[in-house]
């Protein structure tokens, strides 16, 4: 499968606790995004990267949350302190450039419970 | 703000009847629209974007820019449309936001 691919796919974690996730976009593609999305919502934009760069943070995101994408290729998101409030499936997708009308490829997310 | 409404969490309709699915925006520019889905066990891919005014699986979407809508369309629904539909935006930086989602389910 050479689509985009997140791991771990399910974790439970003990409130307070520190989760890292990893995300390997389609090989060639330049741009990387972080969503959550919690039951009954639709993905909610978290952060993204233009190949190594991170261009832009939601306000929503808090300081507890942190992105890196150091090589341009894989990305982890860092959740520090986990809350019950951060239970929600974290997805990552990714596109082959910042052309408008650009389309999304997204992975089977990982499900975090924050027990 | 970027907002993307859509009314109906649940949406239910015969096989053979049409479906619309509503999806009404604000953004202060020029967005891109699109519909994504997301079939059972699966994971969210694009369904069609404004940009290509494409027709994908008999789905059409029309972007009425007076009303601020992108609503998806099928004249003749399938079994096999049962998912659930997210509209989506994005801005000239390409970065999207969704909706809430449709659930939709055709009933044989």
């Known amino acids: 499968d050479t689509g985009v691919s997140q791991d771990p796919r399910h974790k439970i974690t003990k409130r307070g606790q520190n989760v890292t996730f990893r995300c390997d976009p389609i090989?060639?593609?330049?741009?990387l995004y972080w969503y959550r999305q919690t039951l009954g919502q639709g993905p909610e934009f978290l952060t993204y990267?233009?190949?190594?760069?991170?261009?832009?943070k939601s306000r929503l995101l808090s300081d507890r949350f942190s992105a890196e994408r150091p090589k341009g290729s894989f990305s982890t998101l860092e959740i520090q302190r986990t809350e019950q409030g951060d239970s929600a499936m974290y997805l990552c997708?990714?596109?082959?450039?910042?052309?408008?009308?650009?389309?999304?490829?997204f992975g089977s997310g990982t499900q975090l419970s924050v027990l | 703000a970027q907002r993307v409404t859509q009314p109906e969490k649940l949406l239910s309709v015969f096989k053979g009847a049409p479906v619309e699915l509503k999806c009404n925006y604000s953004y202060s520019g020029s967005p891109e629209l699109f519909w994504y889905v997301q079939y059972s066990r699966q994971r969210l891919q694009l369904l069609l974007r404004h940009i290509s005014r494409e027709s994908i699986k008999g789905f059409t979407a029309d972007l009425n820019k007076g009303e601020t809508s992108f609503h998806l369309k099928k004249p003749f629904a399938q079994e096999e449309d049962s998912a659930m539909y997210y509209c989506?935006?994005?801005?000239?930086?390409?970065?999207?936001?969704f909706g809430t989602g449709t659930s939709l389910t055709v009933i044989p």
């Open positions: 990267f233009q190949n190594e760069a991170q261009l832009e």
């Open positions: 997708a990714s596109s082959l450039n910042a052309a408008v009308g650009e389309k999304l490829f």
């Open positions: 090989s060639e593609h330049n741009r």
């Open positions: 989506a935006i994005s801005n000239t930086g390409n970065q999207f936001y």
